[in-house]
């Protein structure tokens, strides 16, 4: 009779051991590195990308900051040859569009003629030894009272403290402000057919309370006095604010006239006769004292060699150029409503302000 077998002499068959993949850890660690690495490399690739796009929009923000004018003044504006030879250099400053008191800071830039580009323009020509005289090219209908003004006494502190002549050139449109401008220069040459004139000041106020009753939108203004909302164009204004704004009104003319007295041959009595709002011609404003010679660049060149006792001189215009940050910023600004444009073409302003702006047809 066979015995059984016993437990010392033969064992089972251990179980044949899996072999361990690389990273496996208890059977699941493989599958988890698996998952966890494409994370890993991608926040590795945003993290270049992030230092790449920092790195690139700093060295963007300098180069445009380098070519915007900025009202700083540590920025230089581009030279472009106009006319003229020779070892002196005349800056051709351009004073163009409305005048506003907004910024000229590169992308930021608002647009039009403003008194910080012109401040940085002015001081560039004053610190360059080689610039002898400077232009201004006016082609601008006025604009606002205070910058038309910031703009004028610019152009008198620099001739004072650079020693510097100055000659307006005026362009197609030197009205209103343009001329207010205009009239801090030494001398003023417009072309025969030049619109200039306007001498006097304008307050636009509209009335849009009928309009809001149609579509029943009722204003309540909470003050702290009885005109803190005076001109809200949602009341009609009475007597009282109408001589108010008069009154203002008047200051800013006198201003206006005062102004150019001070810069022309001419007398108040006279000035106030021109300055009742009408417009001339270059040939009018000649024949009446209110420009000096006729021509255009060429005969503001002239004018300013003799003025700075200079036989011959190279005129530059003082240009900006825009840089990569302003070309984005084109690409990525909505464009205007057109009910914005529409408000605007037709001269009226939610927040009327006083101006020195020559506006037809309004």
């Not at 636009?204 to 009928?210: A, S």
């Not at 939108?217 to 003050?223: F, H, K, N």
């Not at 255009?296 to 840089?323: C, F, M, N």
């Not at 600004?333 to 927040?351: S, W």
């Given at each position: 009779?066979?015995?059984?077998?016993?437990?010392?002499?033969?064992?089972?068959?251990?179980?044949?051991?899996r072999?361990?993949s690389?990273?496996?850890n208890?059977?699941?660690?493989?599958?988890?590195?698996?998952?966890?690495?494409?994370?890993?490399?991608?926040?590795?690739?945003?993290?270049?990308?992030?230092?790449?796009?920092?790195?690139?929009?700093?060295?963007?923000?300098g180069?445009?900051?380098g070519?915007s004018?900025?009202?700083s003044?540590?920025?230089?504006?581009?030279?472009?040859?106009?006319?003229?030879?020779?070892e002196?250099?005349?800056?051709?400053?351009?004073?163009?569009?409305?005048?506003?008191?907004?910024?000229?800071?590169?992308?930021?830039?608002?647009?039009?003629?403003?008194?910080?580009?012109l401040?940085?323009?002015l001081?560039?020509?004053e610190?360059?030894?080689e610039?002898?005289?400077?232009?201004?090219e006016v082609d601008?209908?006025?604009?606002?009272?205070?910058?038309?003004?910031?703009?004028?006494?610019?152009?008198?502190?620099?001739?004072?403290?650079?020693?510097?002549?100055?000659?307006?050139?005026?362009?197609?449109?030197?009205?209103?402000?343009?001329?207010?401008?205009?009239?801090?220069?030494?001398?003023?040459?417009?072309n025969?057919?030049?619109l200039?004139?306007s001498?006097?000041?304008?307050?636009?106020?509209?009335?849009?309370?009928?309009?809001l009753?149609?579509?029943?939108?009722?204003?309540?203004?909470?003050?702290?006095?009885?005109?803190?909302?005076?001109?809200?164009?949602?009341?009609?204004?009475?007597?009282?604010?109408?001589?108010?704004?008069?009154?203002?009104?008047?200051d800013?003319?006198?201003r206006?006239?005062?102004?150019?007295?001070q810069?022309?041959?001419?007398?108040?009595e006279?000035?106030?006769?021109?300055?009742?709002?009408r417009?001339?011609?270059?040939?009018?404003?000649?024949?009446?004292?209110l420009?000096?010679?006729?021509?255009?660049?060429?005969?503001?060149?002239?004018?300013a060699?003799?003025?700075a006792g200079?036989?011959?001189?190279?005129?530059v215009?003082?240009?900006?150029s825009?840089?990569?940050?302003?070309?984005?910023?084109?690409?990525?600004?909505?464009?205007?409503?057109?009910?914005?444009?529409?408000?605007?073409?037709?001269?009226?302003?939610?927040?009327p302000e006083?101006?020195?702006?020559?506006?037809?047809?309004?």
């Amino acid at each position: 009779m066979a015995s059984e077998p016993s437990e010392s002499s033969e064992s089972p068959a251990a179980p044949e051991s899996r072999p361990q993949s690389r990273g496996d850890n208890g059977g699941s660690g493989g599958a988890g590195g698996r998952r966890v690495w494409p994370w890993v490399l991608a926040g590795a690739i945003l993290l270049v990308f992030l230092v790449v796009g920092v790195a690139v929009l700093a060295a963007v923000v300098g180069v445009s900051g380098g070519s915007s004018g900025s009202a700083s003044g540590s920025e230089s504006w581009e030279e472009s040859y106009v006319t003229g030879e020779g070892e002196s250099k005349i800056a051709a400053i351009p004073i163009s569009g409305t005048i506003t008191g907004g910024t000229d800071d590169g992308a930021f830039s608002t647009g039009g003629a403003t008194p910080d580009a012109l401040r940085s323009q002015l001081q560039q020509a004053e610190g360059d030894p080689e610039v002898e005289a400077v232009i201004l090219e006016v082609d601008s209908p006025g604009g606002g009272v205070v910058p038309s003004d910031e703009m004028y006494r610019l152009v008198r502190d620099f001739k004072r403290e650079a020693e510097k002549p100055v000659v307006a050139d005026m362009g197609s449109v030197a009205a209103s402000g343009g001329y207010y401008v205009s009239a801090a220069a030494d001398t003023i040459v417009a072309n025969p057919s030049t619109l200039t004139g306007s001498i006097g000041v304008i307050f636009n106020y509209t009335n849009f309370g009928e309009a809001l009753d149609k579509v029943g939108v009722d204003p309540e203004p909470i003050t702290s006095g009885e005109f803190k909302d005076l001109a809200s164009p949602a009341n009609e204004l009475t007597e009282e604010e109408r001589e108010i704004i008069e009154s203002q009104v008047q200051d800013n003319y006198d201003r206006f006239v005062s102004a150019i007295v001070q810069g022309r041959p001419l007398s108040e009595e006279r000035v106030r006769e021109l300055g009742d709002g009408r417009t001339y011609s270059g040939e009018q404003a000649a024949s009446n004292g209110l420009v000096d010679e006729l021509g255009g660049i060429d005969q503001a060149a002239a004018e300013a060699r003799e003025l700075a006792g200079i036989q011959q001189a190279e005129v530059v215009r003082y240009e900006e150029s825009p840089g990569l940050l302003d070309s984005l910023q084109a690409r990525i600004t909505p464009e205007e409503p057109e009910a914005v444009k529409v408000i605007e073409a037709a001269g009226i302003d939610p927040a009327p302000e006083f101006q020195y702006l020559y506006r037809p047809g309004w």
